[in-house]
């Protein structure tokens, strides 16, 4: 498989809809009266689900992209503060910002100049762009499929 493949294939895990939701299919038509709920025996709401993949995307993002990269606390750092709320304009933000970061990323791909198997100069244990982009696109798609569950769960599906 030539490099551009294996580029596009990554664009693809990233940006379109094969084996999972994406997260415009999550969100979509989602009740604003509900982004600060939390469904049953789930500590967090469906923002602060939202947030934690804007943060843990945007976070890995600087890792690839800055050499002066500075490791955030977990799980601290990764999620809003259990009592946090959000507002329509706040709830659009996450969604605004997390595309944006996975443009970056998708741009980062694409990039002929961008090395996908080397170590990152300033990262850990040998990380790659590579592993990196896959760690994003499972985390995405775990998340957003949490999510898609729990919208079942409350009804608001």
Known sequence: MSDQAIRQQLVNLLTVRQAHLNLDDAVKGF?????NTRPPKVEYTFWHLLEHLRITQWDILDYCR???YK????????????DAVTDAAGWQR???QF???????????????????????????GHTILREILVVADHNAYHIGEFAILRQVVGNW
Not at 31 to 35: D, G, L, Q, T, Y
Not at 107 to 114: C, G
């Open 66 to 68: 800055n050499p002066n």
């Open 71 to 82: 490791e955030i606390r977990w799980p601290d750092d990764y999620w809003p503060a259990r």
């Open 99 to 125: 595309q944006a970061d996975l443009d970056a990323l998708v741009a980062i791909v694409q990039n002929p100049q961008t090395d996908l198997y080397s170590p990152i100069p300033h990262g850990y244990d």
């Open 31 to 35: 009740p604003v009266e509900h982004i």
């Open 94 to 96: 996450t969604i605004d």
